[in-house]
């Protein structure tokens, strides 16, 4: 079983940027897609993106195109996601998690281990 941590998490100004770190440990996760989502207030949890187990391809969804960037060193069991020209509607709690089915494409019921989740807030 393998645990996930999120950090990186904070209170930004719009058109900000943030880094949020996912940190596994257990096990390694340098065979496993990786996926990040997310979770606003009254609102069912959202795919991000996800990156494969090498960082050779990556995925996301069309409401960060562009903005956020997914990036991984296995060696440090960790994966990234940095977030650019942050907008109040990316306010939400982020969540990684480690893919269980083939792809990059999925849904919640595509991912297995997930972290606890951390905190981004997005003031206009």
């Known amino acids: 079983q393998v645990q996930l941590v999120e950090s990186g998490g904070g209170l930004v100004q719009a058109g900000g940027s943030l880094r949020l770190s996912c940190v596994a440990s257990?096990?390694?996760?340098?065979?496993?897609?990786m996926g990040w989502f997310r979770q606003a207030p009254g609102k069912e949890r959202e795919f991000v993106g996800s990156?494969?187990?090498?960082?050779?391809?990556?995925y996301y969804s069309d409401s960060v195109k562009g903005r956020f960037t997914i990036s991984r060193v296995n060696t440090k069991n960790t994966v990234y996601l940095q977030m650019n020209s942050l907008k109040p509607e990316d306010t939400a709690v982020y969540y990684c998690?480690?893919?269980?089915?083939?792809?990059?494409?999925?849904?919640?019921?595509?991912?297995?281990?997930w972290g606890q989740g951390t905190q981004v807030t997005v003031s206009s």
């Open positions: 998690a480690t893919k269980t089915t083939a792809g990059l494409r999925g849904g919640i019921a595509d991912f297995g281990s």
């Open positions: 257990g096990r390694t996760i340098s065979l496993y897609t």
């Open positions: 990156i494969s187990w090498s960082g050779g391809s990556t």
